[in-house]
């Protein structure tokens, strides 16, 4: 049976997307606190991976608890931890939990995260990670061997649309889709009218696109992704805008622009979704999606 | 031509491998790490020094023509006496070199280098990776730029979400490979080579350790 989700994304509603982040250790209250404040606002929850190659606890794991918790999880599996025996074990396990979602990535580099000298696997890439769901589904692992009971996944990927150079981007994107993605998840858009391009060559392909959107909590906050977020680009009204909001008053700014973004992808009909990532403040989802008339 | 590039391991971890080592022969090599400044007559000389400055005694040094080669065991049997006096040799050429003279010598080896990749040397002391001898060679896909090798993550389908003004995620001085090899493709009008879907890698072209008879 199609996942909620799966089902959400079917029925061409308008899809809400948000992050649970696994903590550092083994106190899961903040992030029980968040599931349980999202699970019935938003169509499915991301769990991240060891995020920026932060060692936390397991998105498998997380994905459970908000499974659990009654929620409907998007496990996020990254290809810089495990080989394809551990990543395919662990999709057999999500699957038979009830798991049934899933978001292919590739994953940071270790060199980025905090434990720089762990060894960087990456015997998949997304795209093949993707392309192995799609095997597992028929029954097969990938070696071609008998399954004793398949898996079942909608699985998805991303795609940045602001990456420079973007034409190979928009290459390996295609070969997510041809791999089998059926969503697709953007990294940050701020500037629409960019966008709008992305999607106009998007809708060509059969795959749902949700718009990836950050909340801005302050000016050097977006100055910062500027300058280290690949493929991220906040431009500069957006930032003189949070430096223009009174003392204290930086992170309702950021509330009210992406509001802005969320309505105006509603309103134009501009993808089929979006993803909001408030990285670190998931209680203020809420007030985002209220911000953006989805509440 | 490639060469083995090299680098000096940190002193800590050189004093750590000689604490109970008091004798020591030195060697350096005339080739790949001459060329890179790292074991040539001069600093063979400067670690002569910093073992002295560390009380060591140093019994001897020689700079060996190819320290891989193998010759090599002539170049030791001339310092045989020097040689046999020390407790351990200290050692300044890349792991091939140490892997050589260890197998000759009835010694123990401390590498004074760390060896970091083969590389080939595309600037005035600028040397670059470009091959890990991966087994299974995919430059027929890729315009003869090696992504196993300069893609960071070797991804073979594309570039990662990481990719930032043609560089790569881990540093900015780094191109990301997948922007050269893009550009080489459309230089050449080939692509579609870079649109064809990978299967993933298989990484036991030539299972380690790599061993090779050759037949007749
Ligand atoms: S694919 Fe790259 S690493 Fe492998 S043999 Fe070819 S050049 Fe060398
Ligand atoms: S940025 Fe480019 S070279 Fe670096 S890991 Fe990603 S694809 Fe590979």
């Known amino acids: ?295 | 031509m490639i060469r083995s590039i090299t680098r000096r391991k940190p002193d800590e971890e050189l004093d750590r491998l000689l604490e109970h080592q008091n004798r020591v022969f030195i060697f350096g090599c005339g080739t790949c790490t001459t060329l890179t400044n790292t074991g040539g007559a001069e600093q063979v000389q400067a670690m002569q020094e910093y073992l002295a400055s560390k009380g060591k005694l140093v019994t001897g040094s020689t700079v060996l023509p190819v320290a891989c080669d193998n010759l090599t065991h002539e170049g030791l049997r001339a310092f045989s006496g020097q040689i046999n006096q020390a407790s351990a040799l200290v050692i300044m050429s890349c792991a091939f070199g140490v892997q050589n003279i260890a197998s000759q010598l009835q010694k123990m080896v401390i590498p004074a280098l760390d060896t970091l990749f083969i590389g080939k040397e595309t600037g005035v002391g600028q040397f670059n990776e470009v091959c890990t001898q991966c087994g299974t060679c995919v430059l027929g896909e890729t315009g003869g730029i090696c992504p196993v090798t300069a893609c960071h993550k070797g991804l073979i389908n594309g570039p990662c979400g990481g990719t930032n003004n043609g560089k790569c995620e881990i540093d900015k001085n780094k191109d990301c490979a997948w922007t050269l090899i893009y550009n080489r493709l459309a230089e050449i009008g080939q692509l579609d080579l870079m649109k064809r879907f990978q299967p993933p890698r298989n990484h036991q072209g030539e299972p380690s350790p790599g061993k090779i008879l050759l037949e007749g």
């Open chain 1, 1 to 295: 049976m199609a996942s909620k989700f799966k089902q959400a994304l079917d029925q061409g509603k308008f899809v809400v997307t948000s992050e649970v982040a696994p903590p550092k250790g083994v106190n899961l209250e903040k992030m029980a606190h968040h599931i349980e404040l999202l699970k019935d606002k938003v169509d499915a929850m991301n769990v991240t991976d060891h995020q920026s190659s932060v060692m936390r606890f397991p998105s498998l794991g997380a994905a459970l608890m908000v499974k659990e918790m009654g929620g409907e999880p998007i496990l996020q599996m990254t290809c810089r931890d495990r080989n394809r025996l551990a990543l395919q074990a662990d999709l057999l396990f999500a699957h038979q939990r009830g798991i049934n979602n899933v978001l292919c990535l590739t994953g940071d580099s270790v060199v980025l995260g905090d434990h720089k000298t762990a060894k960087g696997v990456f015997d998949l890439d997304s795209s093949q990670l993707v392309a192995a769901v799609r095997k597992l589904e028929k029954g097969k692992d990938m070696a071609g061997n008998d399954l004793d009971g398949a898996v079942s996944f909608c699985a998805g990927a991303i795609v940045t649309p602001e990456a420079n150079p973007i034409q190979p981007q928009l290459i390996k994107f295609e070969k997510k889709i041809e791999a089998g993605a059926e969503f697709i998840q953007t990294q940050a858009v701020y500037d629409l009218e960019n966008f709008k391009n992305f999607m106009e060559y998007a809708r060509q392909f059969p795959v749902k696109v949700l718009a990836g959107i950050i909340l801005l909590t302050s000016a050097p906050m977006a100055r910062f992704m500027n300058k280290n977020v690949a493929g991220v680009t906040v431009p500069q009204e957006f930032i003189d805008e949070m430096a223009s909001a009174p003392k204290g008053g930086a992170i309702q700014k950021g509330i009210q622009i992406a509001g802005r973004q969320i309505k105006q992808i509603v309103d134009e009909n501009i993808c089929d979704g979006v993803h909001i990532m408030a990285i670190g403040k998931e209680e203020l989802v809420p007030d985002i999606m209220a911000a953006g008339g989805l509440l």
